[in-house]
C-alpha cells in the first residue's frame, strides 16, 4: 500500500531541515526481521539540533515512531502512518570522560559502547557486548544481558520531547524496573552517560569475548531474528516454558521457532510480520495451556497489520 505524500507539505513549513525526508520508505531495511510495510516518511536528521528543529514544527498529531538498528523491532506488513526517525550517524559518537565515564549517542551500537569502555579500561559495561541493539534502545527497556542492566551503569540520559524541548534524566528518574523506563513513551532520547570502574582492559576484553562466544554457542545469531522474543516472567525463563509446551521448531511458513533457542523467532526468508506475529501469538497461546503463564512481548510490534 502507499500513503499519501506528505513531505512536501513538511519541507515548506521546516525550510532550514538538514536532514533527509523519504516518502513511501521500505521499512523491512530498518529491521532484523526484514519484513514491514512502508514508512509514510521517513526521516534521517543530520543531529539533535536538527531533530529538535523538525519536532518543533512537526504537527503534534502526527504518529512518530524512532528506530535504531531495529533489532528489538517487527514493523507490521501495513507500514507506518506517521513519521518513523531513524537516527543515523549524527547520533553514533562514543567519548571517553574523566571518573571512568563514557557518553554516547543514542545510534551507537552496544557493543561499541562495550569496546570503547574496555579499551579505556573502565570496567562494567561489558554485558553491552550482549545487547545486539543500541543505547537509545538500552535507555528505552533497560537492556541487560549476562548478569548487567543498563540501569546499573547509568548516569543521566539526555533526549527531546515530542515538541522539541530538550530535557535529562537522573538514573532515579528513568524509573527501570525489568525491561522497562517509566520515562514518557514520545521522548525521544539522544545521548546516555554510563559510569563504570577501573579496569584491566585485557581482562575485560576477555570478558567481552566470553559474551561473544556464549551468544554464538546459544543464540540464531547471523540471522533474520529479533532478540529475545518474550520477557522472562517472574522467577522463570521464557525458553524453558516455550521448550516445555513443545513449540521449539514449530513453524508459520517461513517464520519458526529457533531451534537454538526458542524465545527467539526467525525469518527463513519470506514470513511476512503477519507470519511472525501471529507465530508468537500461537507460542503464547500454547505457554499459556501448558503452564497457566500468560507470556509477554519484549520485541516492540508496531504498525499497520
Not at 523538525?54 to 538498528?69: A, I, N
Not at 513443545?246 to 537454538?260: F, Y
Request: aromatic share 6%.
Amino acid at each position: 500500500m502507499m500513503f499519501p505524500d506528505i513531505v512536501p507539505q513538511l519541507k515548506s513549513a521546516m525550510p532550514d531541515l538538514r536532514g533527509r525526508l523519504e516518502a513511501n520508505a521500505p521499512t523491512a531495511p530498518l529491521s532484523w526481521f526484514r519484513t514491514g510495510g512502508p514508512a509514510q516518511v521517513l526521516f534521517t536528521p543530520a543531529d539533535e539540533d536538527d531533530l529538535a528543529y523538525f519536532l518543533s514544527r512537526l504537527d503534534g498529531q502526527v504518529p512518530v515512531l524512532v528506530v535504531g538498528l531495529g533489532s528489538n523491532l517487527l514493523i507490521r506488513d501495513g507500514g507506518w502512518e506517521g513519521v518513523v526517525i531513524r537516527l543515523g550517524k549524527g547520533f553514533a559518537d562514543i567519548s571517553v570522560e574523566e571518573n571512568h565515564r563514557i557518553r554516547a549517542g543514542a545510534a551507537a551500537p552496544d557493543v561499541k559502547v562495550a569496546r570503547a569502555a574496555a579499551e579505556a579500561g573502565i570496567a562494567g559495561l561489558s554485558f553491552l557486548r550482549g545487547i545486539p541493539g543500541t543505547v537509545g534502545g538500552a535507555l528505552r527497556m533497560n537492556g541487560g544481558a549476562y548478569g548487567g542492566e543498563t540501569k546499573d551503569v547509568l548516569v543521566e540520559a539526555r533526549g527531546l520531547t515530542r515538541s522539541g524541548a530538550r530535557v535529562t534524566y537522573t538514573n532515579a528518574e528513568m524509573g527501570f524496573t525489568y525491561r522497562h523506563s517509566a520515562v514518557p513513551d514520545d521522548v525521544i532520547f539522544t545521548e546516555a552517560l554510563f559510569e563504570g570502574r577501573p579496569g584491566d582492559p585485557e581482562a575485560i576484553l576477555a570478558e567481552m569475548n566470553t559474551i561473544t562466544e556464549a551468544r554464538s554457542s546459544s543464540q540464531p545469531v547471523n540471522t533474520r531474528t529479533g532478540g529475545s522474543t518474550f520477557k522472562n516472567p517472574d522467577g522463570r525463563k521464557a525458553w524453558e516454558l516455550i521448550d516445555a509446551a513443545g513449540c521449539r521448531g514449530l513453524r508459520r511458513g517461513d517464520a519458526q521457532v529457533s531451534e537454538m533457542h526458542c524465545n527467539f523467532l526467525v525469518n527463513h526468508g519470506a514470513a511476512t510480520a503477519a507470519d511472525i506475529e501471529a507465530l508468537g501469538e500461537e507460542v503464547r497461546r500454547r505457554v499459556r495451556e501448558a503452564s497457566g503463564i500468560v507470556l509477554e512481548w519484549e520485541i516492540k510490534r508496531v504498525g499497520r497489520p
